[in-house]
């Protein structure tokens, strides 16, 4: 049986990795999981400088998900080069760095440092819910708003990028947006490699004793289970509209929505807020995969992406 799956040049040995933010840099994870067994590890998202992240509390619970406002908390790309980094060469499967940035130099600057290190692939976080962006266009009389959030911008980033590095580039995309498909078809025609997505949808939750947020940021990004179905939509109208590999993702708790994301067209997956509830969750999923493909009679995975029918 043959899980391995291809993100542009990016080989993976299965299709399960985890998701950034949810799995901090594999170190809080090497007691309860085989590291090594994932497709990849998707880093926490890194800064070129060190960020505090939003004030506390800056975590809340839903009926059927989760709040987070964190705000890119990381102690900086120097440190991640120097610090975490080398460990991270040492687990044996694929590591795919998320970064973030508030300009296209700066994006470029730090996608330069990770390549200039041995890093295979990135992730360009453009759609991060829970800082204050900067406008690419200081002409533009309308509120800086979230990269993936606008076509234009997304196309200008990926392409200012993809043109000053060799790495296999993958573009977070933002579920917060009207019609998610232009977004896409404009990173995959800026020169991304690979879409991902999607990234958590802006949310609040209201202390009704105290009559405030529960988040201090007033709002966050809302994860779990609550929002797989527009998550799995989402994918499929973004695999039927352009022609790069997808690792899809948003509520996957278990292998059988990591299959159905892969029926949707996702050619990977991640799995989130499900580590925060159980932090064995990805092996599971992976032995899930397999079963599946075994009673399916799938010699290759492959065959299951896409496999969606009207």
Do not use: H, W
């Not at 809080?28 to 994932?38: A, P, Q, R, T, W």
């Not at 819910?129 to 509120?143: G, M, Q, V």
């Not at 995959?188 to 997505?197: C, K, N, R, Y």
């Not at 590999?245 to 991640?270: H, L």
């Amino acid at each position: 049986m043959d899980l391995s799956v291809k993100l542009g040049k990016l080989k993976l040995k299965n299709p399960v990795t985890v998701a950034s933010g949810t799995f901090g840099y594999a170190e809080e994870f090497k007691d309860l999981v085989k590291l090594s067994d994932l497709g990849a590890i998707i880093t926490k998202t890194i800064t070129k400088e060190p960020r505090l992240g939003n004030a506390m509390p800056r975590l809340a619970e839903t009926s059927s998900g989760m709040l987070n406002a964190i705000g890119l908390q990381n102690e900086g790309l120097d440190n991640f080069l120097k610090v975490k980094l080398p460990k991270l060469k040492k687990i044996g499967t694929k590591i795919i760095v998320s970064v973030s940035a508030n300009s296209s130099d700066e994006f470029i600057y730090c996608v330069n440092k990770l390549e200039d290190a041995g890093v295979e692939a990135i992730e360009l976080n453009l759609s991060c819910p829970n800082i204050k962006y900067a406008k690419l266009n200081k002409t533009d009389k309308t509120k800086a708003r979230i990269f993936a959030q606008v076509a234009g911008d997304t196309y200008t980033l990926v392409n200012t990028v993809a043109k000053k590095t060799n790495t296999v580039l993958i573009a977070k995309l933002s579920p917060n947006v009207t019609d998610i498909t232009e977004i896409a078809i404009a990173a995959e025609s800026a020169g991304a490699d690979v879409l991902s997505l999607v990234n958590t949808f802006s949310a609040m939750a209201i202390d009704i004793n105290t009559c405030r947020p529960c988040l201090a940021n007033v709002s966050g990004g809302l994860s779990g289970p609550a929002i797989k179905p527009i998550a799995v939509k989402m994918t499929y109208d973004v695999a039927t509209a352009v022609n790069i590999p997808i690792i899809g993702m948003g509520g996957i708790m278990n292998a059988d929505d990591a299959i159905e994301f892969m029926i949707a067209g996702a050619t990977a997956i991640s799995v989130g807020t499900a580590n925060f509830v159980n932090p064995g969750v990805s092996m599971q999923v992976i032995e899930g995969i397999r079963n599946y493909c075994k009673k399916k009679k799938i010699k290759k995975i492959n065959t299951l992406i896409g496999l969606f029918k009207v």
